[in-house]
């Protein structure tokens, strides 16, 4: 067995595929580690992907703590590798817990850090942190820019639909969209094709992961049955600072690993707190993902990168 020192290890990926949703295959191609959904069309491609992006989460900037000494100088790392990608992403989401404590000085560091990233576009979603005081007000005023409600949009990029939702108000325990946001959704896609792909994100997952630890949205499935006649349906979270993927009828879901420090896996301990890994070992968990869409392909290509 060989390393990839360009993106996650091959022993990275087998300790963090370990309980990966049986309907979701990774293939190693290129020296990049590639996940599809098992039975799509999901040969090499020949052609240039219509649309590329990349996904960042969990930066947890104000976080002090063993687990990581210096969150800055990971996400500072994080931002640097998706600048050193090889080609400008179409946009880069931040899939939320931008900061731990959710103060002005912490959201203006993210801010001052991300404008570092080389591309169009930065969009974000917020984290349970990112609203520890005051119902996501102090997010809003730093990055709620032309969203709606609490936070929530939508935007179009190469023929894809793209949906940034906010499930981290208004929680009781779980995530929680609201009324309003679901009258949303239902309105966004009613007039779009039925062969149109759409990408969700969201911090917490739209699906039951894992309900004792908060691992899932409880009226999510009001939100996703809006979206079962589309034929291509990708949802992208954080929240869990780890890799996991699965498929619930044309929906597939991808959780995000983070910059900050990881958490045990589901149901390992009592409850979801920051891991302590050995000398040298905490790049090894952390990292950003990469996202291409090819015109006539239903599945995405994901592309997982430890921190280098």
Request: overall charge negative; aromatic content about 8%; hydrophobic content about 35%.
């Amino acid at each position: 067995m060989t390393d990839d020192p360009n993106g996650m290890t091959r022993r990275q990926l087998i300790r963090h595929s370990a309980w990966f949703g049986a309907a979701v295959a990774l293939t190693v191609a290129g020296g990049e580690v590639i996940s599809h959904v098992a039975g799509s069309a999901h040969a090499k491609e020949t052609t240039s992907p219509t649309l590329r992006f990349a996904q960042i989460s969990d930066t947890h900037i104000g976080f002090n703590g063993p687990a990581n000494p210096n969150v800055a100088d990971t996400f500072t790392q994080a931002i640097g590798q998706v600048n050193r990608l090889g080609y400008t992403p179409d946009f880069v989401i931040h899939t939320g817990d931008l900061t731990h404590l959710a103060t002005p000085a912490q959201f203006d560091q993210v801010k001052q850090m991300m404008s570092e990233l080389k591309t169009p576009h930065v969009f974000t979603v917020p984290g349970e942190h990112d609203s520890t005081d005051d119902a996501g007000q102090k997010y809003r005023q730093a990055f709620g820019a032309g969203t709606r409600g609490d936070g929530w949009y939508s935007f179009d990029i190469a023929g894809v639909h793209l949906i940034g939702l906010v499930n981290t108000l208004n929680m009781n325990k779980l995530g929680h969209l609201g009324s309003d946001q679901l009258e949303f959704v239902e309105k966004d896609v009613a007039g779009l094709s039925s062969d149109t792909p759409i990408i969700v994100f969201s911090h917490i997952p739209l699906f039951a992961m894992y309900p004792d630890w908060g691992w899932g949205t409880d009226d999510a499935a009001q939100a996703l049955s809006y979206l079962k006649r589309f034929s291509s349906v990708t949802c992208l979270n954080g929240h869990v600072h780890q890799l996991f993927s699965k498929t619930e009828g044309n929906v597939t879901f991808h959780s995000g690993t983070t910059t900050a420090y990881p958490l045990p896996a589901p149901g390992q301990g009592p409850a979801p707190k920051p891991l302590t890994l050995p000398a040298g070992k905490l790049q090894d968990a952390l990292g950003i993902r990469e996202v291409s869409y090819t015109k006539g392909q239903q599945a995405l290509a994901l592309k997982e990168r430890t921190l280098t």
